[in-house]
């Protein structure tokens, strides 16, 4: 652990965190860390304990590995070869604390990644047979450490739900996005936009107007290098972080 917190030029790993525990007793932390001879993956658990797994191998290895993941993503490529990819880096991941999340009792996983790491779902992680979605619920941490929130008053909201689940514009069919906006729909007030409703205008009102203050979509999504080459799939085109600036923007002015 001194050598990891060394790394870092930080204590980064012994300084005194929101404990996992008390925001959620069936959640666990998960830290991959990318090092020039080894990938190093920490596991944090309720109780507080922490376990460690090295796999040892160059970093380039590892970058490999992450681009290769990366890359299957892409519409191009076929379900064998992400699936392959991903898991790959699930064995490394995930794998080694298998039995212990299980004894555990973990039903939710916090992800803090490594700059080379980021741009990867942990949700498409593969066991052979499952999803990482599929056995927990994911999430994703900032920093290395839990930042301690203060609670705010609840006010009323309601949520724009946008989802897309027939095959379009050259992406594959996404036959989980009915189910996965429909649950929420069900829980909690919303305005839900399905296939040829998802347009962009809807999506673009959504942002510019402010009207809910969640905005949760299910549809494909690409992170590329520049904010044009970024963007979200709506029924009719695609809307990109440029887009998502000038919504935003124009936002403010109308609340002005």
């Not at 699930?90 to 555990?104: G, V």
């Not at 609670?151 to 739900?161: A, D, M």
């Not at 909690?188 to 107007?209: H, M």
């Not at 979509?217 to 600036?245: E, I, M, P, Y």
Request: net charge negative; glycine share 4%; charged share 25%.
């Amino acid at each position: 652990m001194a050598e990891i917190a060394n790394y870092f030029r930080a204590n980064c790993l012994t300084s005194r965190p929101i404990e996992v525990g008390n925001i959620d007793p069936q959640a666990a932390i998960l830290y991959p860390i990318v090092l020039s001879d080894r990938l190093e993956i920490l596991l944090s658990l309720p109780d507080n304990t922490m376990q460690r797994h090295t796999v040892v191998q160059p970093q380039a290895v590892t970058l490999a590995a992450a681009a290769a993941a990366r890359s299957s993503m892409s519409r191009s490529r076929g379900l064998l070869e992400q699936q392959e990819a991903m898991q790959r880096l699930d064995r490394w991941i995930i794998d080694p604390f298998r039995d212990r999340l299980e004894s555990a009792g973990i039903k939710t996983l916090v992800f803090v990644l490594d700059a080379p790491l980021r741009t990867i779902p942990m949700t498409a992680l593969f066991d052979g047979q499952h999803y990482a979605i599929e056995r927990y619920n994911i999430a994703l941490a900032p920093s290395l450490q839990l930042l301690e929130t203060t609670p705010q008053h609840r006010q009323p909201f309601s949520v724009f739900l946008g989802a897309l689940e027939d095959a379009r514009l050259g992406f594959r069919p996404l036959p989980g996005a009915r189910d996965e906006v429909e649950a929420i729909a069900d829980r909690l007030p919303s305005e839900l936009r399905l296939n040829q409703q998802f347009t962009l205008k809807q999506l673009k009102d959504a942002l510019r107007y402010a009207s809910h203050p969640i905005i949760h979509l299910a549809t494909h999504g690409q992170f590329g290098s520049t904010l044009d080459s970024t963007f979200v799939l709506a029924w009719d085109g695609k809307l990109n972080l440029t887009d998502f600036r000038d919504e935003l923007l124009s936002r403010d002015e109308v609340r002005h």
